[in-house]
């Protein structure tokens, strides 16, 4: 089989998975070993835990603890080939696919490339608000809050500072939520401490969210609750309103108000990553890829997409897809690990049902939200139940370790010590290019 990116010719069927997230490393794991030849592609050259991103972003974890290198994973492992690149068009005729290295054909092409911000064309919020998809935008946000409050003790004038220290979360998923608590936390614990000059009842944490409740996929109780707790702690919540513009200075919100902020937080939507070469009526709402029930893209004979980027054809029950959560990836990618080599050996498939296991949030110290399937709960037992339940499904016993030790530390200290301002350095004129 041909490859310019160097992959030997074993022999073996030859399994390219694109993509390294909960879906993709998944579905790695479960076939090495198993006589294939497995070509998992990323970007980069980890798994990283997307649930814990925010703490990184708050300064309350290292970038290490939520990764895991994807080499190590597989150390043990001689049929498991990585390369870390990033896959731009398949060619679904020739079972090829092409990389910013090179081409490689496949026998089977599992794409589990997951989704990244939506800004829904707003070109103001794509360049001048920041997301967080990754480590390297946590790290961007953590740097960008730290060095903003360094320049705040040095501004004299008011407006000025507003500017520097006001922040706007725009969107009330978990992720808006988790990062409006985390937020507030730092600036009730944390700033009195370091930055005695700041006046910290200047900073205001502002959370904007479109509908009438928060936590939208999880129960109206669960909304409402992770409201109180976020207003009893300082965030100011606005539900009900769009934001429509930011211009660097100013968050314009439909209705004319304005708030003054040079640093919008875009939690408000997603959208599937592209890649070229699909037939265009598999690609539907939200970028996502049309599957059959055993996760094959329509129309193909040996294509599959898992995790977020898929959607299953004919499911009433998720009539606008599967949510798009850690779980369903993990399962798919289980699934599809028992249905390729049924597919290879002619034996009989079967079909994704997702078992909902439940939902949670977690809004600050001692206070989370959960709604499992039978009850629902808040509170310090619910945060107890919602650390448990991430620290269990972080990759690595180190990072596990390391996890626990920080939360623990930060629990009883109520400080963290990781706000270092780590800027990248220069780069090197002959090596330019080497952005896989
Ligand atoms: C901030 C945040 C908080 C979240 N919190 C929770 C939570 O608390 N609970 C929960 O269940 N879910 C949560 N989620 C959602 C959860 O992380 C996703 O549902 C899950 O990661 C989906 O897994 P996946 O494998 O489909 O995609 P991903 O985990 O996103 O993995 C996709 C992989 O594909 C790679 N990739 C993409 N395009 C290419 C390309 N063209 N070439 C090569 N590689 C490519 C990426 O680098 C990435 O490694 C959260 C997500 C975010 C962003």
Redesign the pocket.
Known sequence: MSSSINIPDTGAKRIVI?????????LARKLQNKGYQIVL????NF????????QVAMAGLEPSSIAFPLRKAFQKCRDVFIRV????EIDVQKNEIT?RLGTLCYDYLVL?????TNFFGNENFASKALS???IEE?LYLRNLILNDYEKAVTTTDYDDRQSLVDIVIVGGG??GV?VAGALVEMKNFILPKDFHELDTNEIDIHLIQSGETLLKGMSEEAGKNAEIFLRKMGVKVTLNTRVEDFDGEYVYLKGGEKIQTNKVIW?AG?TG???KGLPEDVVVRGNRIRTDKINRVIGTENVFA?????IVDDEPAYEYGH????????QQ?KLLSKNLPAIINNKPTKDFVYNDKG???TIGRNKAVVDLPRFKFKGFFAWIVWLVV?LFSIIGVKNKIFVFINWVWGYFSYDQSLRLIIKPAKRLKHREDDAV
């Open positions: 694109v993509g390294a997230g909960f879906a993709g490393l998944t592609i990323d970007k980069n798994h990283q835990f997307q649930p814990l991103l925010y690149t990033t896959v731009e990389t589990a490339i997951g989704v990244t967080m998809k990754s946590a978990p992720t988790e939690a997603i990553n592209k890649v898992i995790g977020d980027i898929a949510p798009q959560v850690a779980q369903v990836a993990i990618g939902s949670m949030a991430h």
